[in-house]
């Protein structure tokens, strides 16, 4: 690279001939220059040695260099010190009158009871409507494809999938690429937690998605791929989008499932700053020999710098489905943005020094698939109501994923069933104004509760508090809810909280450790836990509502008109899945 940049300079700038003195410093100036040109970095080389092809849509589909650096650059916009990051486009509007008596009626070319934007995740929602009987169409930016990289989820989670019809049972073996056991929990330097059958699958994405995109077209739905949506048109009685290559789609509504910087989001956030972001990086690789047990969770450092800021860093490792010695690696790190946040090229260049003595082999020996980046915002005031009449959020875009997941595959499946019943409710009682939506998006204080996790889980830049704290916080819990045993270890797992076992958790921990409460109230501070102690007690009432409310009132449900009927339905189940109620071992 430097000799290129001499025989450019030598060669095809060669201006006219020049005295001693020019030539000297011209010469001063090309050594000048050839220092002050960086070195790739070891993220650059490597990426830049890989073949990338497929890659898609939705979080974590794309592998590139390239595509890294545009990440990065978007990271950093959110990390400005200003808090509005950008001013969002209009995406969605309001127009009165009807579509039907407009001058655009004539020019749409096809009309749908629902139409889904984004279509990744967006597809499980829709074949579960078209299910239902309902037309519904997707608008899909790319082709509708998963990616090559694995996600790891339970049995439990695909078996809701079959439950609502999205899948046979017979698909799980055929989209599941590996399986592994036991899965640890383990904390640097105080010890290992052991379970089994917890995200111990990994489910090829590009075949999961396959196999429904096929039963979704068999149900007589409808994918525009290679479309995008410029803009959509909130009439009375209907909802229209203009498509960015030309086409006008109307239909009753709008489900948009374009994940978390999604515009329609930008747009009812304003722009806003998240709260709370999780970094995550890692990698694909061929070259590991011991590879039958996964990692839900490890850490193998205390608090340290990466780039400027400080960091706790944590792991979750598992078999791939492409080769016996191929493993998928991730390091990731909850943090508030800040202009000083690390870069996800940065956090990569620590990636490739810790990764080998965690997993205990050199990177030398290993010959790298793909490498993996994605940045997943959250916010406080989660799940996202509608901001709009006939437009409801899905996914990601809705917040529904806990704040310390990445990616929200698994809340999905798990709210997949109670939304499609809902959404089609919905529909069949022409109830689609923002407030009846808002109902399918409600306030759930398990998913409130759990935004102390991630705040004690990210480490602060002047701390006073040990940078052992946040692993000895973690493992005391771990500790506890393991000598608690499965009904409370199990759930916390796969992301659902409840009262009942987060009471005792906490209980325990406090009479086993009360030395670590005063670093509690240091690392956290106390607003934050006075936040969370309203949705502890809403947690609770939750708890009491769905057990002893739920069955007086549920009863009468029949005898109520359309309108209250649907709206008790939703606040029955808001109550059973904000208390985490839901749950099935």
């Known amino acids: 690279m430097a000799l290129l940049h001499v025989q450019l300079i030598n060669g095809l700038f060669q201006g006219p001939?020049?005295?001693?003195?020019?030539?000297?410093?011209?010469?001063?100036?090309?050594?000048?220059?050839?220092?002050?040109?960086?070195?790739?970095?070891?993220?650059?080389?490597?990426?830049?040695?890989?073949?990338?092809s497929g890659e898609v849509g939705g979080a974590g589909g794309a592998y590139s260099y390239s595509a890294l650096k545009r990440l990065d650059q978007l990271w950093s916009s959110i990390c400005?010190?200003?808090?509005?990051?950008?001013?969002?486009?209009?995406?969605?509007?309001?127009?009165?009158?009807?579509?039907?008596?407009?001058?655009?009626?004539?020019?749409?070319?096809?009309?749908f009871d629902v139409l889904i934007c984004g279509g990744t995740l967006g597809i499980f929602i829709a074949t579960a409507l078209c299910a239902k009987g309902l037309r519904v169409g997707i608008v899909e930016r790319n082709v509708l494809?998963?990616?090559?990289?694995?996600?790891?989820?339970?049995?439990k989670e695909l078996l809701e999938l079959v439950e609502i019809g999205v899948l046979v049972e017979d698909d799980i073996e055929l989209v599941t690429a590996a399986k592994f056991n036991p899965n640890r929990c383990g904390f640097e330097g105080k010890g290992d937690i052991w379970v089994e059958d917890i995200l111990n699958l990994g489910v090829s994405p590009a075949k999961l998605i396959e196999v429904v995109k096929n039963r979704f077209i068999a149900l007589g739905g409808l994918i525009f791929e290679g479309n995008s949506v410029s803009s959509i048109s909130i009439y009375e009685d209907a909802a229209v989008l203009q498509l960015n290559e030309g086409n006008i789609l109307s239909s009753r509504l709008v489900i948009d499932a374009m994940g978390n910087f999604s515009p329609i989001v930008k747009q009812i956030r304003s722009g806003r700053k998240p709260d709370g972001v999780c970094l995550v990086v890692g990698s694909c690789a061929r070259g590991f020999k011991d590879n039958s047990t996964s990692d839900v969770i490890y850490t193998s450092s205390l608090v340290k710098k990466v780039g400027a800021s400080e960091a706790q860093l944590f792991w979750e490792a598992f078999p791939a489905g492409s080769g016996p010695a191929?493993?998928?690696?991730?390091?990731?790190?909850?943090?508030?943005?800040?202009?000083q946040s690390p870069k996800l090229?940065?956090?990569?260049?620590?990636?490739?020094k810790l990764m080998p003595e965690y997993q205990g082999v050199s990177l030398d020996d290993l010959e790298i698939q793909r490498v993996?980046?994605?940045?997943?915002?959250?916010?406080?005031?989660?799940?996202?109501?509608?901001?709009?009449?006939?437009?409801?959020?899905?996914g990601d875009a809705s917040g529904i994923q806990s704040p310390v997941s990445f990616g929200g595959f698994g809340s999905l499946t798990r709210h997949l069933k109670r939304l499609s019943t809902g959404i089609y409710e919905a529909m069949s009682d022409n109830l689609l104004d923002s407030y009846s939506l808002s109902l399918l998006n409600p306030y759930m204080p398990?998913?409130?509760?759990?935004?102390?996790?991630?705040?004690?889980?990210?480490?602060?830049?002047?701390?006073?508090?040990?940078?052992?704290?946040?692993?000895?916080?973690?493992y005391a819990n771990f500790r506890s809810m393991q000598r608690l045993g499965d009904p409370v270890l199990r759930p916390f797992l796969q992301d659902v909280v409840q009262f009942g076992p987060l009471a005792k958790t906490l209980g325990l921990v406090m009479l086993t450790k009360p030395q670590i409460i005063p670093s509690i109230f240091k690392q956290v501070g106390i607003p934050v836990l006075l936040d969370w102690s309203g949705h502890f007690f809403m947690l609770g009432y939750y708890t009491f509502l769905s057990s002893f409310a739920d069955p007086v009132v549920r009863p009468f449900l029949s005898t109520l008109p359309s309108k209250e009927k649907y709206e008790w339905k939703r606040r029955l189940e808001a109550w059973k899945y904000g208390a985490g109620l839901d749950y099935k071992s």
């Open 372 to 394: 993996l980046y994605g940045i997943f915002p959250t916010y406080c005031d989660s799940p996202l109501p509608a901001a709009f009449n006939r437009v409801l959020q899905f």
């Open 145 to 155: 494809k998963g990616r090559e990289q694995e996600w790891n989820i339970s049995r």
């Open 17 to 52: 001939k020049q005295s001693p003195l020019s030539q000297r410093r011209a010469r001063a100036g090309r050594c000048l220059c050839l220092q002050t040109q960086a070195p790739p970095s070891r993220t650059q080389r490597i990426m830049e040695s890989l073949s990338v």
């Open 446 to 474: 398990n998913l409130s509760a759990s935004w102390l996790f991630q705040r004690a889980m990210s480490a602060k830049q002047q701390s006073n508090v040990s940078p052992d704290f946040i692993n000895g916080l973690l």
């Open 326 to 339: 191929d493993r998928t690696t991730y390091m990731f790190t909850y943090l508030a943005p800040q202009p």
């Open 80 to 111: 400005s010190s200003q808090t509005v990051v950008e001013e969002p486009k209009k995406v969605v509007s309001s127009v009165p009158g009807f579509f039907s008596n407009s001058d655009l009626a004539d020019k749409a070319v096809d009309t």
């Open 345 to 352: 090229e940065e956090l990569l260049e620590e990636y490739w």
